[in-house]
Nanobody, 120 residues
Framework: QVVLVESGGGLVQAGGSLRLSCAAS????????MGWFRQAPGKERETVAT???????YYADFVAGRFTISRDDAKNTVYLQMNNLKPDDTAVYYC??????????????WGQGTQVTVSS
């Protein structure tokens, strides 16, 4: 089992930046694909970005070069740097671990989420 704890969410104005962190315990993330996902009120959870063990990354189209996923296996932590935030980015952001892939169903272990609110 992988225990994941997200942090770094908060309230930011449009155009601002936030960096989310996801600290893992119980297992080394070097063995897992890691991903960031988000869920806005009244909407389904969606993939934001994923990072696979081989180094490949995937970004949803709406990221459009604004977000960067990175992982520090030595610290057992995954990050999501979010720049040029928009009000539509407001959501609860979740970190997850699994065999890897771009779909939510590819991920087994989930954090509790961190709220990101972008004001206009």
């Amino acid at each position: 089992q992988v225990v994941l704890v997200e942090s770094g969410g908060g309230l930011v104005q449009a155009g601002g930046s936030l960096r989310l962190s996801c600290a893992a315990s119980e297992r080394a993330i070097s063995n897992y694909g890691m991903g960031w996902f988000r869920q806005a009120p009244g909407k389904e959870r969606e993939t934001v970005a994923t990072s696979w063990t081989g180094g490949d990354t995937y970004y949803a189209d709406f990221v459009a070069g604004r977000f960067t996923i990175s992982r520090d296996d030595a610290k057992n932590t995954v990050y999501l740097q979010m720049n040029n935030l928009k009000p539509d980015d407001t959501a609860v952001y979740y970190c997850a671990a699994g065999p890897g892939g771009t779909y939510i169903g590819d991920y087994v272990y989930w954090g509790q989420g961190t709220q990101v609110t972008v004001s206009s």
